[in-house]
């Protein structure tokens, strides 16, 4: 078995390791990481029955997708943390060449976070809407934290492209992808809202 992973940390390891001055995780593994707990706390919002069978099996059905996603997340906190470890090398190495090449490899982790966090976005509305009342603000929480997971993967993924030197790399059009996630976040939290307010009533 492979050691150091970052699925193996207990609580005290990861954040004890957060702050050392290594990839073991970096920002990039965190973000996916909190990503993947909001979609989770949403997830707590899921009933076991929903007093409907169209209902119970959509909801089964988003369930479903978001834990299959739960488990790709916990894949690329390790890809990140291999991948920027191999970018981090490259760029120490001055007989390396095809530095392009590692900066789009370590890309690829902040990337499909992103995807798996505006599918989240997109996917949500239904559990938030007639999920358990009960669990709402951990439904809210959960979404903030999917919002800022894609904020924040566009740190690094920005950073990173901005030293590929091939003049015909195609850069992510991050603008318009902030602007849709800002767009979902903001419908999904108008639904939270509208159930606070007859939940206060």
Known sequence: MEKNKMI?????????NTRK???????GAI????????????????????????????????????????EELKELMQEDIDKVNLLIKAYKNKEIKNYDDYIIEANKAPKRTIELMIIVLQDCDFILKYGNIDAISDGEIGLRLVKESIHSSFINLILNEENITDPNHEKTNYKSIINFCDKLYKDNMKIIEEREKKWDK
Do not use: C, R
């Not at 193996?8 to 004890?16: A, P, Q, R």
């Not at 001055?21 to 920002?27: D, E, Q, V």
């Not at 909001?38 to 919002?45: A, P, Q, V, Y």
């Open 21 to 27: 001055k290594t990839a073991n995780p970096g920002g």
């Open 31 to 70: 973000t996916s990481l909190v990503g993947n707990l909001g979609l989770n706390l949403i997830l707590m919002m899921a009933k076991k029955d929903y007093k409907d069978e169209k209902l119970n099996k959509k909801s089964k059905k988003i369930e479903d997708k978001f834990k299959k996603y739960s």
């Open 8 to 16: 193996d940390f207990s609580v005290d390891h990861l954040i004890e």
